[in-house]
Nanobody
Framework: VQLQASGGGLVQAGGSLRLSCEASGLIFETLRNYAIGWFRQAPGNEREFVAA???????LSYAESVKGRFTIPRDNTQNTYLQMNSLKPEDTAVYYC????????????????????WGQGTLVTVSS
C-alpha cells in the first residue's frame, strides 16, 4: 500500500485548502475500508495529530486546534481528503496522511503507532 498526500500550497490566512490522500496497492479495494489519520509537522516541532476518521466513517476525531475548521470528507473513490477552512499561520506544516485496516470499526486513531501505512507529506504554508 502506498499513500500520497497532495494539495498543499501557499494560502492567505482565512483561506481554504483541500488536501487529498491517494492510495495504490490497497488490499481492501478503497480507502473507505481503512481508518485514516492526518498528522502534521511544523518546522522545529514534532509531528502531531490533526484529524482521524474510522473505518465506518462514523468515528471522527479532531485536534482541539482544528475543531470547527477542518473536516474529513469521504467519497467512494480510492481517495480521502482533509478540508481545511479558516486557515491560520499556525497551521503551516507538512501534512501527512496515514491508513490502517486494524482496530475498532467505529473508532478513529489519534496515535501514530496505530497506523500501518504513511504517505509522503505535502507542505501547507499560511501567510498572515
Amino acid at each position: 500500500v502506498q499513500l500520497q498526500a497532495s494539495g498543499g500550497g501557499l494560502v492567505q490566512a482565512g483561506g481554504s485548502l483541500r488536501l487529498s490522500c491517494e492510495a495504490s496497492g490497497l488490499i481492501f479495494e478503497t480507502l473507505r475500508n481503512y481508518a485514516i489519520g492526518w498528522f502534521r509537522q511544523a518546522p522545529g516541532n514534532e509531528r502531531e495529530f490533526v484529524a482521524a476518521i474510522s473505518r465506518s466513517g462514523r468515528g471522527l476525531s479532531y485536534a482541539e486546534s482544528v475543531k470547527g475548521r477542518f473536516t474529513i470528507p469521504r467519497d467512494n473513490t480510492q481517495n480521502t481528503y482533509l478540508q481545511m477552512n479558516s486557515l491560520k499561520p499556525e497551521d503551516t506544516a507538512v501534512y501527512y496522511c496515514a491508513a490502517t485496516a486494524r482496530g475498532p470499526y467505529n473508532m478513529g486513531h489519534k496515535r501514530e503507532v496505530d497506523y500501518d501505512y504513511w504517505g509522503q507529506g505535502t507542505l501547507v504554508t499560511v501567510s498572515s
